[in-house]
């Protein structure tokens, strides 16, 4: 984040309070944060908050293009202040770590769907899936017939993806 959190928050129309100047900057301190890290941050910095006034501030932000929500399958919600650009992301199916890649091709959407279907497409939204460094150094990799499975914490089922994708928003 290169602008002050609180001049950016009031070019943005939004009010400038302790609790949002603190979730800037710990978005900002650590890129692909979940809203628990964000949380653990900011009670760091200003004592107590709650996890629901940190989820609310995400939410702003992220509304006001301040800051980008990923949401990897089988994995919560993170937070990057990367915005502007259409980038991708890098994901460790072993470790869950997630780190930034810049477009696959060209400028944004920088990859054509084989039919728009009317819409007017403006962003591709890319994750790539594999081992990080750290993991192919502690693991040799397993043939492609028998691939190594997610991490528990990324790993989910065809029937339980099926059944949340079916819940109704809250």
């Known amino acids: 984040m290169a602008a002050d959190p609180a001049d950016l928050l009031r070019q943005h129309g939004i009010q400038v309070t302790a609790q949002r100047i603190a979730v800037l900057r710990a978005v900002s301190a650590q890129p692909h944060v979940t809203a628990d890290g964000v949380a653990e941050a900011v009670r760091g910095e200003i004592g107590a ?3 629901q006034s940190v989820y609310d501030a995400l939410s702003l932000l992220a509304t ?3 800051i980008r ?3 990897p399958a089988g994995s919560p919600a993170r937070f990057e202040d990367r915005v502007g650009d ?3 992301h890098l994901i460790c199916r072993i470790c869950g770590r ?3 890649v810049d477009c696959a091709v060209g400028s944004a959407p920088c990859l ?3 039919s728009d279907e009317g819409y007017e497409i403006d962003e591709a939204e890319v994750a790539y899936w594999g081992r990080c460094p750290d993991c192919v150094a502690r693991r040799p990799a397993r043939s492609r017939s028998n ?4 991490s528990h914490a990324l790993k989910t089922s065809r029937s339980h993806r099926r059944a949340v994708s079916l819940r109704p928003k809250r």
Request: aromatic share 0%.
């Open 64 to 66: 006001e293009g301040l």
């Open 112 to 114: 054509a769907a084989s």
């Open 98 to 100: 997630v780190v930034d």
């Open 86 to 88: 259409n980038h991708h």
């Open 147 to 150: 691939p190594r499975p997610r």
């Open 49 to 51: 908050i709650s996890l």
């Open 69 to 71: 929500r990923i949401q």
